[in-house]
């Protein structure tokens, strides 16, 4: 694909999606299974969650239960296979890097499939699709099919004509293939086939008159807005082949979440990939909680530029959980598994998490053994409280607390849509004073994001790292490792521009906060005498026992502490920025 | 020869494999000038794979591939996106099964080798007859 060419074309979107996903995955090892008609059982060995085309021709439901197959398994040479997700979250991350090779625009749209920017002549285009497959079918050992058009939506379509139609060997360009041919294939179709119409709406839309995909793509768009709905209406106008659905970075699939972005400026450190993966870990258990999902496994990744063919390198890393959990600590620290991989150096353009095996929060009760000491202290919910009142950025574990002043910003906002702005939308609860994100009076730069991510192993910085804190106003919260004996921590981060501000964080976070230091310092008495913390100027000083938020700050400098926990916020008046909530609990 | 293969799959990296690596040569002989610039570990997983997204690690069981210094139980490192060349130690499909034997391309035809003299070659037309499932670049041998 030449140059000048890519200049000339308007930019297309190819779908690309595994052919049976999960079959295809469990095939992938055991050839014997080729042919054969098999399928996979969703959790417990439940339903049939993934059939072989052969198993399709049997005439087995999707979701058909396998009592009801069981008896018939036999007569039919019928595989049927648990699901094993560690191995579906390990083969979509090859297939995604991969696919990440031919296009710096990816976006994952679920386990199986993805669409990719591509730009470029009819004939190159169908040479891209056709090697992107043979790709991912030579190198993962899967099969895809492909479908490249103008529009997602028609993509999708594409797609779909290229699985059911052999003669397209599995790769469709839309605009190839003559007009009378497309025209006929969206009139045989109904609209119930198109991406994005659902079933409800199928009756509404013959009442009007429109049944095929081709009825729906000659509608009126305007007529589509105000009789059905603007996401019918981008419907309608990407089917005409105007594009309105745009490229998401992070959408909810079946059975996994992904959090990914491409970034403005190359990341060529693992300890700033370390930050960006911090942010997708909280990000993935404030979405699997609003979800009240818990996910077993976790996939991390990072990618060079498909651009840069001379300095390439496709890192990941899926990593078993302990147990199923939204946690955002050992999310985090399970994303951290990739930073071993990561070449100082090499610029990488992207990078990501995925989440997989999601189950139901609760579903089971877990072993006390298995219980979480983060999930029993309530953490994840404490950051989500505190990100609902102050904006995403406004808390959080280590970096994913810091708002700005980090170069690797990505291409849109890093953080996901916090609260709403000003005015509109917003919970009466909320503060009068907040309106919607805001920024925090924090140290910027790179100083302190030393400090920040030093953890417990620069305990003699810590002195420094506190005070800069202090001076700045924001506060710091350490609480243990998962595995007892760790060097490695967590911050938990707390920021407030004002003393109203002050008071309400103290009203959000207090009692759990206080919870949280007490637990530990039970637990960690005696753990933390080769801590020295030094705190910033306050208007007393005091040693801080862990019953709370108690307007009194520590400042002997390099004070030796004797307890687990120090809680402090400085309420002193009219100091700008200089209103802060902070507390360290702290253990080895 | 046959082949287990992971479900297993590479979780590079969440283990840490970084070991020492002895910085005195095993060989009797003059000691290597090269001790003096020993830095420390070795990354195995740089070190021994190239391609994270097409590779993967399977078990071999049987002892077909004796003479090649793969033996029943050890893991081989397979490139899924190298190509199979004349010589090389692949992972092949026979009869729906993953059996690992030496490539051999002459111009007669193409052999599957096996590296024990009790098991017969295999003989195929040609390379386009035989699913080759990838190419084994490494043996973890258990010593």
């Known amino acids: 694909m030449s140059k000048p060419a890519l200049m000339r074309h308007m930019p297309q979107i190819a779908h690309v999606d595994v052919n049976c996903f999960y079959a295809s995955a469990e095939r992938a090892f055991d050839p014997s299974l080729e042919g054969r008609p098999v399928v996979v059982l969703s959790n417990n060995d439940g339903c049939a969650v993934t059939r072989s085309p052969e198993a399709k021709a049997l005439g087995i439901p999707i979701g058909e239960p396998w009592f009801k197959l069981a008896p018939r398994a036999k007569e039919w040479g019928l595989v049927a296979l648990s699901s094993n997700y560690e191995l579906y979250g390990d083969i979509s991350a090859r297939v995604m890097e991969l696919l990440g090779r031919y296009s710096a625009w990816l976006e994952v749209y679920s386990i199986d499939e993805a669409f990719l920017g591509v730009k470029g002549a009819p004939a190159e285009l169908l040479a891209l699709g056709r090697e992107m497959k043979a790709a991912v079918r030579r190198n993962v050992g899967v099969p895809v099919c492909v479908g490249i058009a103008a529009t997602k939506t028609l993509a999708k379509l594409a797609n779909k004509w290229a699985k059911h139609n052999p003669a397209f060997g599995g790769v469709c360009h839309w605009d190839s293939v003559p007009a009378a041919d497309r025209e006929t294939l969206m009139g045989r179709l109904s609209v119930i086939e198109i991406w994005g119409v659902a079933t409800r709406l199928t009756k509404r839309l013959n009442a009007r008159g429109i049944h095929s995909i081709l009825d729906l793509s000659r509608a009126d768009p305007v007529m589509i807005r105000d009789r059905f709905s603007v996401v019918m209406m981008r419907t309608v106008l990407e089917l005409q082949g105007t594009p309105c659905i745009p490229m998401e970075e992070e959408r909810i699939g079946r059975d996994q979440l992904i959090f990914s972005r491409s970034f403005a400026t190359a990341i060529t450190t693992a300890h700033d990939l370390r930050q960006v993966l911090s942010v997708y870990g909280q990000q993935a258990s404030a979405r699997l909680a609003k979800h009240d999902l818990q996910a077993k496994v976790l996939t991390a990744f990072a990618a060079t530029s498909h651009f840069n063919p001379n300095d390439t390198s496709y890192p990941s890393v899926c990593v078993p959980l302990p147990m199923p959990t939204a946690d955002p600590v050992i999310l985090t620290r399970a994303a951290h598994a990739l930073l071993p991989l990561i070449h100082e150096g090499v610029k990488y353009a992207k990078a990501g998490i995925m989440v997989t095996d999601l189950r139901p929060t609760g579903n089971q009760a877990p072993l006390s053994l298995f219980e979480n000491p983060h999930e029993e202290r309530h953490i994840g919910s404490l950051l989500e409280d505190v990100a609902r009142r102050y904006g995403r950025g406004s808390i959080g574990l280590g970096h994913a607390g810091i708002r700005s002043g980090l170069d690797w910003t990505m291409k849109r906002d890093m953080l996901s849509p916090a609260t709403p702005p000003t005015g509109t939308n917003s919970p009466s609860s909320k503060p009068p004073k907040l309106p919607g994100p805001r920024r925090l009076p924090l140290v910027r730069g790179e100083s302190r994001v030393e400090l920040l991510d030093a953890g417990l192993d620069v305990v003699p910085d810590q002195a420094h790292a506190f005070h800069a804190f202090d001076a700045a106003g924001g506060g710091l919260v350490r609480f243990p490792d998962l595995e007892p004996g760790s060097f490695t921590g967590f911050e938990l981060r707390l920021g407030a521009e004002d003393n109203d501000d002050v008071h309400s964080l103290k009203h959000v976070v207090g009692d759990r906060l206080r919870v949280l230091a007490g637990d530990v310092d039970a637990k960690f008495l005696q753990g933390v005498h080769g801590l020295r913390v030094q705190a910033g100027p306050g208007p007393g000083s005091s040693r801080v026992d862990g019953d709370g938020l108690s307007s009194e700050v520590p400042h002997e400098a390099g004070g030796q502490l004797g307890f687990a926990a120090v809680l402090a916020a400085d309420e002193q008046d009219g100091r700008r920025g200089g209103g802060f909530a902070h507390a360290l609990v702290s253990s080895f | ?143």
């Open chain 2, 1 to 143: 020869m046959g082949v287990t293969v992971g479900p297993r799959v590479i979780d590079a990296g969440v283990s840490l494999l970084s070991v020492l690596i002895s910085p005195v040569p095993v060989a009797a002989g003059f000691p290597s000038p090269a001790q003096d610039y020993f830095d420390g570990r070795i990354d195995l997983n740089e070190h021994l794979i190239k391609d994270i997204t097409s590779t993967y690690v399977v078990r071999v069981s049987g002892d077909s591939m004796e003479r090649a210094g793969i033996s029943d139980g050890d893991e081989l490192i397979v490139n899924r996106a190298l190509e199979p060349r004349d010589g090389c130690v692949v992972i092949a499909v026979l009869d729906g099964e993953l059996t690992v034997k030496r490539l051999r391309i002459t111009s007669t035809g193409v052999v599957l080798q096996a590296e024990n003299p009790r098991y017969p070659d295999i003989r195929v037309p040609s390379l386009s007859e035989l699913t080759i499932w990838g190419v084994a670049t490494r043996c973890l041998h258990h010593v």
